[in-house]
């Protein structure tokens, strides 16, 4: 259930307190996010905060020491508190504590704020260093949208990429049974930017795009009509569905960061596609969800 509740008259989302994780985005009364049923995925929109994925053998370097982390880092089950509301956006925000520096030994405020304009809602990430140190992280979304929005086939459904340049076809990189990146590659052609699901597009688990020059993925309906679009700026993003359970949602994910390559044992500093941000300093980053 969600804590909290806004709207515009056009849209309207809930928002739960714990991880500032988006719990419904509804049109009308259509709603078009997944119900985070536990049978299945007991998630609906979860914060991916200070790590995007998973760590090689969920441990990192820093320092001298070795640190343990979990998949998505500790965001996700963390309590946020609302700093702002308004009739039409909401602000949550997270402090590190004596438990967060346990794992990751860097002072912050990381602020989820959700803005409703037309039939749009913006997702914006804030994060500020507050110590002394540069700080290393990653950030990304991973919201579950209903698919089909209603009844039918899961792979009756569709893709449809977009971005500045017109894209011809894709290569996705895929994950190891550890979640770590692999070499195995996934190519698919599109018909006019547009790429039917079907019931074994994630058998290897997330579908991975970096620097592909797409910037909104959308879905679309039996009949092809787009239900859907998520825009973003970000260089990487991921595609996903629990193959095993035949679920009828499909997340588009938007990330400043990913997980480990199989085989990495580096320093926390020297991650692919990390972020660094000074003392004082801030990183805001955004995405937007558009319902048709």
Known sequence: MEDYKITNGIISIGVRGKGA???SLKKGNSEYLWNADPSI???SAPQLFPIVGTLAGNEYRYGGRTYYMSRHGFARDCIFSVSKQ???SI???LHDTPETIKMYPFPFIFDVEYILTGSTLTYTWRIMNTGKNVMYFSV???PAFKCPPSDGKFADCSLKFGGKIAVADINCETL???GLLQAQMFHYKLDNGIVKITDDMFSHDALILEDSGIHAVSLLDSGQKEYIRVDFDADIFGLWSPQDKHAPFLCIEPWYGRCDRAGYNGELQDREWGNELE???TFE???SVTVM
């Open 41 to 43: 995925w007991n998630r």
């Open 285 to 287: 980053r955004s995405f």
């Open 91 to 93: 602000c949550l925000t």
């Open 21 to 23: 994780e988006l719990s």
């Open 176 to 178: 190891n049974a550890a």
């Open 86 to 88: 308004t009739d039409k």
């Open 140 to 142: 990304g979304g991973h």
């Open 279 to 281: 003392s004082g300093k």
